[in-house]
């Protein structure tokens, strides 16, 4: 019985060192952890402020492509007015060529008129002083 104690007590003790290591190899990795765990915070502080810059950025680059899209808006329809223009004044243009053409040979006209009436009236001049 006294070797029977002996065992119970070599175990208990063999027991007692195993978790007194096991304890100490917790406590050892204990500040390797809090470590750990402070790199992970600040790494997730950046994060998170330049998830915010990014997303400020975000905010500006989407204003601004608003801002496009409003003046793409406006010239698109800037461009419409002016091509309507355009084309109205080409037909105004047109209007004028043919109405200039029309004022052309209707000065021709009066410019032959006026040419038969002074050869008239020079030859019944002559028939007069003949």
């Known amino acids: 019985t006294e070797q029977q104690e002996k065992q119970a007590l070599q175990m208990e003790m063999a027991n007692f060192v195993r978790q007194s290591d096991e304890r100490t190899r917790q406590l050892e990795a204990v500040p390797r ?39 793409m ?20 243009g047109e209007e004028l060529r043919q109405a200039l053409a029309t004022e052309q040979q209707e000065k021709q006209a009066l410019q032959m008129e006026m040419a038969n009436f002074v050869r008239q009236s020079d030859d019944r001049t002559r028939q007069l002083e003949a």
Do not use: I
């Open 73 to 92: 808006e406006e010239l698109a329809h800037n461009v419409r007015e002016n091509v309507a223009r355009t084309q109205q004044l080409e037909a105004t």
């Open 33 to 71: 952890l809090k470590d750990q765990t402070r790199q992970l915070e600040a790494t997730s502080e950046e994060l998170r402020r330049a998830l915010a810059a990014e997303q400020q950025e975000k905010q500006v680059l989407e204003a601004r492509v608003e801002g496009m899209l409003g003046e």
